[in-house]
């Protein structure tokens, strides 16, 4: 065997050890002080901790993994067509076409290898102490597959409330259009689990990876581990995690994002005209460091002049501080980026240029800039990590401007770009606006996940079946009843939130 393609065994167990306790992700917009939550302790036997973890009972009482082979053969199901059904129609949901090619991006490697029903428990076991929310949808009805732990979620028990509120708006739009389908939804900012990229993907079906000297795999991986694709959804992705499933981030619900966001795109255009606008460079964030896979090659930057920015390993990227405090220093009469001075959005539409900086992962600032009016400047979205819509839609001097794919000093041309050619500079604005007020709309929101939903359907390698979960309970009753009586669980209800 190529020495290039066996799977180092040392590499998974060390991966393993990282994600276990890699800092603790959080919404992007967080205080520091939340940010840090609780941090699992590290520990030399990590593999180990991942079996016994993987196999305990969250109150999920089918606790043995049962073969793919005596699921129901894929002949027995039926998948209903999307398009057929009703809301697909009100919603208009063919005008956002464009958007779903991130779907089929995402879900190639399910059609190439199969979303088994092996692979389908594992992840869920490993993920529901880390942020991820496995749901079904069984005859229409959407549940919650296991019993959440809130107090252990602390700050995450807000974005798993807003996209439980998601799931339940989709069960009354869609209803019994919804094909019977598994996934665990995520609130993580980057995936927390290995990558398929990391075992063999070239077999048919999901192999443990031979060990390095080709004896038998360590018993806690052999009982603990098994490969993906996962049906994960999440926020945030780079082609490292190539199953990753996309979706919106759960910021469109809490920041009410139709309303406080593209609602006024007329009125920050009529209080600022483009003419009015100071040509600078304004942006103001807070602290955070990328987070990363040190073998994803696509996520590793590079600083002014070719410097590395990385610590920890390559681990941690100080992309936002070098920005903030090197690349803007380099330039100050044209840029006003900094980590104070915190101002509300309405306050950015005074300049023709603002700018979006990577947090932890993506920001969802990029959608909150986009409506204001004036050019946004972002990160490159061919590279490193990217969010549901970037790739689709959002073009480099069409309605962005992209910079950073290499090195940081890339924003100086794009700068004397805009400067000089301020009527396209104006159309940009004007573009990034209108796209945000087409596609990034609740209802097409709603049709995003639909069709995730119906193509995530026929990967499963397997018939989804609602008694596997005995600790299930319908995602309605876990809102209306369960979570007024859990702990914290009055206020979380209180929280604003739209689709
Ligand atoms: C799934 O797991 C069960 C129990 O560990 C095993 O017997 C079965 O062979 C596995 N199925 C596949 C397709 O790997
Ligand atoms: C991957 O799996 C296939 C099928 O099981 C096998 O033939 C191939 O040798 C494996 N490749 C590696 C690199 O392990
Ligand atoms: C970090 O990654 C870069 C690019 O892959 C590499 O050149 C560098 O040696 C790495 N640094 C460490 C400490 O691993």
Redesign the pocket.
């Known amino acids: 065997m190529p020495r290039g393609l066996t799977f180092p065994l040392l590499a998974l167990v060390a991966l393993i050890c990282v994600r276990a306790h890699a800092v603790i992700d959080t919404g992007p917009e967080l205080p520091e002080s939340a940010r840090r939550g609780p941090v699992e302790r590290p520990h030399a036997s990590a593999a180990h901790r991942n079996a016994r973890e993987s196999g305990r009972d969250d109150g999920d009482h089918g606790d043995e993994i049962v073969a793919d082979v005596q699921q129901p053969e894929e002949g027995d199901r039926i998948f209903p067509s999307y398009e057929e059904s009703e809301s697909y129609k009100e919603l208009k949901c063919g005008k956002y076409d464009v958007t779903y090619e991130q779907i089929e991006r995402d879900l190639a490697i399910h059609r190439e290898l199969g979303t088994h029903y092996n692979s389908t428990r594992y992840i869920i076991k490993w993920l529901h102490r880390r942020n991820g929310m496995p749901i079904g949808f069984f005859g229409g009805r959407a549940y919650l597959l296991m019993k959440p732990d809130w107090k252990s979620l602390a700050h995450h028990s807000k974005l798993h409330i807003a996209y439980l509120r998601m799931i339940a708006h989709l069960e009354r739009t869609f209803g019994a259009a919804i094909p019977d389908v598994v996934l665990v939804v995520s609130s993580s900012d980057t995936p927390r689990y290995v990558s398929p990229r990391l075992v063999n993907v070239s077999s048919p079906e999901p192999q443990l990876p031979p060990t390095r000297d080709g004896g038998p795999a360590p018993k806690a991986l052999v009982t603990g581990f098994v490969p993906g694709p996962y049906p994960v959804a999440g926020i945030c992705k780079s082609d490292f995690w190539p199953d990753l499933l996309l979706i919106p981030n759960f910021h469109f619900h809490m920041k009410l994002y139709d309303g406080a966001s593209l609602a006024p795109i007329p009125a920050f255009r009529e209080k600022h005209p483009w003419a009015t606008r100071e040509p600078v460079l304004f942006g103001r964030f807070s602290h955070y460091h990328l987070v990363r896979e040190?073998a994803d090659?696509s996520t590793?930057k590079l600083g002014l002049g070719g410097e590395?920015i990385?610590r920890n390993?390559?681990t941690t990227c100080m992309g936002r501080e070098h920005f903030i405090t090197k690349v803007v220093k380099q330039d100050r009469e044209r840029m006003d980026v900094k980590f104070a001075g915190m101002q509300p959005m309405v306050g950015h539409t005074r300049f023709k240029y603002l700018v979006n900086l990577n947090g932890q992962s993506i920001s969802s600032r990029l959608e909150q800039l986009l409506p204001l009016g004036s050019v946004v400047f972002t990160e490159s979205t061919s590279v490193g990590y990217y969010a549901y819509y970037y790739r689709t839609l959002l073009k480099h001097r069409v309605n962005v401007l992209e910079f950073w794919r290499r090195v940081p000093e890339e924003v100086f041309e794009e700068l004397d770009w805009a400067q000089e050619h301020d009527q396209e500079a104006a159309a940009i604005a004007a573009e990034g606006g209108r796209t945000a007020a087409t596609y990034l709309t609740g209802n097409a929101r709603a049709c995003y996940w639909f069709r995730l939903l119906h193509g995530l359907s026929r990967t499963l390698r397997f018939r989804p079946r609602l008694d596997k979960w005995p600790g299930a309970r319908l995602v309605q009753e876990v809102l209306n009843e369960d979570l007024p009586l859990a702990p914290g669980g009055p206020d979380l209800i209180q929280s604003q939130w739209a689709p």
Do not use: G, L, R, S
């Open positions: 040190p090659e590793y590395e990385c390993e390559n």
